[in-house]
Structures are given as structure tokens and as C-alpha cells.
């Protein structure tokens, strides 16, 4: 193993992180001005969306020739931990 293409490859990806972690917040600010618009819990879950999403991060990741299993999972995740904190921060 060579570790230092290893620890180059790992500062790449520290990197990336870095970037998706800056995307997380703005998508929360997003999400948090949803809530307000929000007038019913109800209203929280979508799953017509949500399918619809899934479908569409199925094809891109398959034109793109990216593992659908794993967008597919992330996906699937942040999903649901965006539908927990939407349930957990509403307030109406």
C-alpha cells in the first residue's frame, strides 16, 4: 500500500466533504423556511415527492454510471433525517 497517494486521495476526499457539509447547511436553511410555510405536520411527508425523487437520482446516477444502490441509500437518508427534523422543529 502507498500511503502517501493514500493520504493524498484521503485530503481529496476531506475536501469533497467539506463541500457537501456547506451544501447540508444551505438545504437546512431551505428546509427551515419550509416549516414555516407549513401549516400541517401533515404536510411534512410527501411521499409522491419523495418517490419521484428516487426515481429521478435512480436514472442520473445510471446515465452517469454511478452505483444506484448507494445514491439511492444517501438519498433515502437524507430524506428521512430532513422528515425527522421537520417533525422535531414544528411548531404550528
Same mark, same amino acid.
Given at each position: ?18 463541500? !457537501?457539509?456547506?451544501? !447540508? ?9 419550509? +416549516? ?6 401533515? /404536510? +411534512? ?7 419521484? !425523487?428516487?426515481? *429521478? +437520482? ?7 454510471? !454511478?452505483?444506484?444502490? +448507494? ?14 427534523? /421537520?417533525?422535531?422543529?414544528? *411548531?404550528?
Amino acid at each position: 500500500m502507498d500511503r502517501k497517494r493514500l493520504k493524498i486521495a484521503r485530503k481529496k476526499i476531506d475536501s469533497i466533504d467539506n463541500k !457537501i457539509f456547506s451544501l !447540508i447547511k444551505k438545504r437546512t436553511k431551505i428546509i427551515d423556511h419550509m +416549516i414555516l410555510i407549513k401549516e400541517y405536520k401533515s /404536510q +411534512i411527508v410527501d411521499h409522491k415527492r419523495m418517490n419521484l !425523487i428516487l426515481k *429521478k +437520482i435512480k436514472k442520473k446516477s445510471k446515465d452517469s454510471k !454511478i452505483d444506484s444502490k +448507494i445514491t439511492l441509500k444517501i438519498w433515502k437518508s437524507m430524506i428521512l433525517s430532513y422528515v425527522d427534523y /421537520q417533525r422535531r422543529n414544528f *411548531k404550528k
